[in-house]
């Protein structure tokens, strides 16, 4: 099969899933969030409307209720991974449940990742008091913390990642490499 002829397969795969199902999961291994169908001007999502019994993509004004939550996430969650932290955190900021540790994590890694450490880790010491469980939070946390020259404080979060899911497991290797990074 040529190259082309490959690329061609795994667009069509990618055209015909499911909406969300490849970039469902975040509580795990790393799965890439899906690109939206259509690309929005900032300010707007992209929203699913039926009209004459067709499904059509179009842009509408970001605000909670104008899609469901988790899309909402999963758009937010997108933007993040693609480097627009301050567009990401006012999606996020739109879903209705605030208390979800998923919204709290990727707003604290926006907030991370465009330089303002201090409020990102108060955003996954939040999603972590909802749920002590999350070990992406614990990664990202411990992350934060060596980029601050705080390896204590990181390897703490190293051996709770440990005890929920063994040194094995992707946010373990991750933390333990952003780490080493750190202290090289």
């Known amino acids: 099969m ?27 291994g790393t799965s890439e969030p899906a690109a939206p169908a259509i690309k929005c001007k900032k300010g707007y999502v992209p929203v699913t ?17 104008v899609m469901p939550d988790e899309d909402l996430y999963q758009h937010g969650r997108f933007l993040a991974a693609s480097g627009n932290y301050d567009e990401a955190i006012d999606v996020l900021k ?11 994590n ?15 880790i108060g955003y996954y010491q939040q999603a972590l008091a909802i749920n002590p469980d999350y070990v992406r939070a614990r ?5 934060g913390y060596a980029a601050a020259g705080r390896i204590d404080l990181a390897m703490v979060q190293l051996a709770e990642i440990g005890k929920r899911c063994g040194e094995t497991c992707e946010e373990y290797q991750d ?9 090289n």
């Open 139 to 143: 990664e990202y946390l411990g992350e």
């Open 175 to 183: 933390l333990q490499e952003a780490i080493r990074t750190a202290t």
């Open 94 to 104: 739109a879903v209705s449940n605030q208390n979800d540790p998923r919204v709290l």
């Open 49 to 65: 409307v039926k009209k004459n019994g067709q499904s059509t993509k179009i842009c509408r004004k970001r605000q909670a209720g």
């Open 106 to 120: 990727y707003i604290g890694y926006s907030f991370r990742k465009s330089g303002r450490l201090d409020v990102g």
């Open 2 to 28: 040529t190259r082309f002829a490959s690329y061609a397969v795994i667009a069509c795969l990618f055209a015909f899933a499911a909406p969300g199902a490849l970039a469902a999961g975040d509580g795990g």
